[in-house]
């Protein structure tokens, strides 16, 4: 596979448009939205990247069908979504199934490959650049760190409708030399907050609760566990990180 290989007939991608800034973008993703027959993209990914689509010679535009969800009510189903990609992938068509961040981090990518591997349908992950790591670049700040962060945990408290915990459990104390990030932590902030604090996580733990990374509406909230209010957030979508490796640059 080469970055400037044309999207092929018949091949589903499920690509990763990072946080939300083009420039972000990889070479791989920038050349399949040139190239590509139908793109099906999440509500998150931005009219800047899509505009992109069009932005190359190309013989034809692409179809862009949006197949979004937010806070949990769907424009279309996840079984929406297969079908469209067994449709036109299935009619010799290209198909880019694009998600922000990176699609293997809570994308339901598991859900998608699963689909494709039963119907026989050829596809290519393309990684993304997942907010986390735009969110510490942006701020300066590492996720890591030798004297103070040897572990990172990705988390959500958005979860299956049969799961009814707010925020990720774990067994014994909260390891102290580990990142917390939490995706889609809904707008619950002090609750949540108040359940990590009797998880385990120190209540005067660093944490920086994110609006619209790399956008030019990006909200930062600077805080600690115990001081984490609601009405300081900003609005959706927030991505929320927590730990001493958390510090002003």
Not at 62 to 81: F, L, N
Not at 163 to 189: C, H, N
Request: hydrophobic share 45%; with cysteine.
């Amino acid at each position: 596979m080469s970055a400037n290989d044309p999207a092929k007939p018949g091949t589903v991608y499920l690509a990763g448009a990072g946080p939300g800034d083009p420039g972000l973008l990889t070479l791989r993703a920038l050349h399949l939205l040139q190239t590509a027959d139908v793109i099906l993209p999440d509500d998150l990914v931005s009219d800047e990247i899509l505009a992109l689509a069009t932005s190359g010679a190309r013989p034809h535009p692409p179809q862009i069908i949006y197949v979004g969800k937010r806070c949990g009510q769907p424009r279309i189903t996840q079984a929406g979504i297969h079908d469209l990609m067994l449709e036109h992938a299935g009619a010799g068509k290209s198909v880019l199934r694009l998600k922000s961040g990176d699609p293997l981090i809570f994308g339901r990518a598991a859900e998608e490959i699963a689909f494709l591997t039963e119907h026989n349908l050829p596809f290519e992950i393309v990684p993304g650049i997942t907010t986390a790591l735009a969110v510490a670049a942006e701020l300066k700040t590492p996720l890591t760190d030798r004297s103070s962060a040897s572990k990172l945990i990705f988390a959500t408290a958005h979860h299956a409708q049969d799961k009814i915990e707010l925020t990720p459990k774990w067994q014994g104390a909260f390891p102290p030399d580990a990142t917390l990030v939490v995706y889609m932590p809904g707008r619950r902030f002090r609750q949540l907050a108040d359940e990590l604090i009797a998880n385990g996580i120190a209540p005067e733990t660093p944490c920086v609760a994110v609006s619209k990374a790399s956008t030019p509406e990006e909200h930062v909230l600077r805080a600690t566990v115990a001081t984490l209010n609601d009405d300081a957030v900003g609005p959706a979508p927030v991505i929320l990180l927590i730990g001493d490796a958390i510090r002003p640059a």
